[in-house]
């Protein structure tokens, strides 16, 4: 377990996430023709899918990170990993909003005049990035190193992409804000893994 935490190359991941960030933020100061499509694409599947997908998401949201880590608290002797799953995930929420105050990107209810809100979606404020997904991938970066199954990553690569994915099939989200809070997420789970106690000698 402790050779999986160390071969990774956290500097490495910090910086190709930081520049995704960078790029979607950028790429998210208008709304493109590729976008909406891919927006269209996954908003106007069939609307009992929100139902499906509702459960799934709120492991994207701000509680989640808790209800893990009390989990991993109960079931595991060492603490390092509920602290781990609880700061990075409540960092990541925070984080997001700080950026969304950045790049004051809207919500698909105000850029896209045939949004499919559904009901429960976040119809105000403001998009990029969004927090579901920058909590989601947070989660997934931490857990990474002490699953030791391939099965047990694929599941949580898809988990993530699954929350992205409602978010934008509920009309929350744009697409670029879910790939924005991929990355957010992805480099507080690597400076966790880069600096926090869970790093052995």
Known sequence: MTDSVEVIDHRAWIIG???VLGASGLAARQLSDRELVSFHLVN????WLTG???????????????????VLAATRREPCLPI???ATGL???FAAKGVKLVLRRGRPSELVAEANVRVGASRTGLGFVSGHAAVAASLATVLWP?????????????GAAVIGLARVQNGSHLPLDVVGGFALGSVLGHAW?????????
């Open 17 to 19: 996430a930081t520049a």
């Open 44 to 47: 106007r599947t069939p609307a």
């Open 52 to 70: 499906v997908l509702w459960a799934p998401m709120q492991l994207g949201a701000a509680a989640s990170p808790f209800v893990i880590a009390g």
């Open 84 to 86: 781990g799953i609880a």
């Open 91 to 93: 960092g990541s929420w």
């Open 146 to 158: 002490v699953v030791p199954s391939t099965a047990g990553r694929v599941g949580l690569v898809a």
């Open 193 to 201: 893994g880069l600096l926090g106690p869970c790093r052995r000698p």
